[in-house]
C-alpha cells in the first residue's frame, strides 16, 4: 500500500493546466509524474475522443473511476482528468493517498483553451455547453480540492510556486 498523501493530485476543467503544470511540478518537488488520460489511452489503446464517440461519455467516465481505483504509488503528482471528481469513490481514494489541489481557471480563459472541443476527449452529455459544464464540475472541484489555487492570468512557474507554498504552509483547505 502507498504511503498516505505522499502524492499531490491536480484537479480541475480542462484547459486549466494540469498537464503542463504537472511535470513541472514533479520536476521541482523532484517526484514523478503520472497523467491519468494518458493511461487510459494506452490501456485502452484508442484516444479518449474515440471512446466517447463509439462507447459515450458515460463509458469514459467509468474507465477513468477503474483508473483511480486501481493507482497506487507514492511520490508521484497526479494529474487527473476533468471529470475525475464526478467519481466519489475515486476521489476519495486518491484523498487518502495525496493532496489534491484544484486549479482554477475562470471560464473565458478556459474557452480560449479550449480550441478544439470536438476532439479534445471532454466527457460530457450530448449538447452540453463548456459553460454548463464548468458551472455542474465547480462545486465537486472545490468539494474535493485541500488546496485551491486560482490560476487565471498565471504562466506554469507561478502556478507551481503558489502549489508549494500552500502545500508547505500545510492549510488542508487553504486557497490561493
Known sequence: MAAPRSNIVLIGMPGSGKSTVGPKLAEQLSLKYLDTDLLITVQEGRELQSIVDAD???????????????????????ATGGSAVYSDAGMTHLRQRAAVVFLDVDLETLTRRIDDEEHRGLVRRPGQTIAELYAERLPLYRRYADLRVVCTGLGADEVCTLIRAGLARDGSRAEL
Open 56 to 78: 459515450g461519455y458515460l463509458e469514459l467516465r467509468r474507465l477513468e473511476e477503474r483508473t483511480l481505483l486501481e493507482l497506487d504509488c507514492e511520490h508521484h503528482v497526479i
